[in-house]
């Protein structure tokens, strides 16, 4: 696989619906991430699911790279990404009833008051999430910001079936914030919820 093959650019291509079953060249059921950081989700659920395609979303010039390069080294195919705005990405590139899974670990809780417009959970992008998961799809947040998730998880529970739980010792961290932060006995929040 080549880079241009696994970079989706919108600032050279452009904001359009992509077709994702021309894209990977195959129908397999897609998963999304907003906000990829280093790649451990993208890159084990890639390995351990290959009959799935990825689509990473991450807005950090340094960590796409950082996941871009860890992806090329693995030769896996089934991973796309791209650097940019999630809701962007999210309201202008993925199309309707398109992905099966949706994660968004550790988003930035822009915890000052002025900052919360830009948090991922928030109203307008919860519809979008509606929109682009296939019925029955499944999605999942996480945080270890307790006021960020007492803010989203009603807000979530507005749109969607859901469920709040707080992940045990028996569950396998899935992002390096994750791993850290429950080494550290930080409290970890998570909310899973359906279309």
Do not use: C
């Amino acid at each position: 696989m080549t880079e241009s093959e696994l970079v989706i650019n919108p600032r050279e291509s452009g904001f359009h619906r992509l077709d994702l079953q021309q894209l990977f060249g195959n129908a397999n059921p897609v998963i999304l991430e907003i906000g990829s950081g280093k790649g451990r989700f993208l890159i084990g659920t890639a390995m351990e699911r290959p009959r799935t395609n990825l689509v990473g979303i991450e807005k950090s010039l340094h960590y796409h790279r950082l996941i871009r390069d860890r992806v090329l080294k693995r030769h896996l195919t089934n991973v796309r990404l791209i650097n940019h705005d999630a809701f962007l990405v999210l309201r202008d590139m993925i199309p309707d009833a398109s992905i099966a899974e949706l994660h968004i670990y550790f988003p930035d809780p822009w915890p000052r008051k002025k900052e919360q417009k830009r948090r991922i959970i928030r109203a307008e992008v919860l519809k979008e999430i509606r929109r682009v998961l296939v019925e029955g799809g499944e999605a999942i947040y996480v945080t270890d910001h307790r006021e960020y998730f007492e803010v989203a998880a009603p807000l979530i529970e507005a749109e969607f079936r859901a469920e709040r739980r707080i992940p045990g010792p028996d569950d396998v961290p899935r992002t390096n914030y994750e791993a850290k932060y429950r080494a550290e006995g930080r409290p970890i929040y998570e909310v899973r919820f359906w279309k």
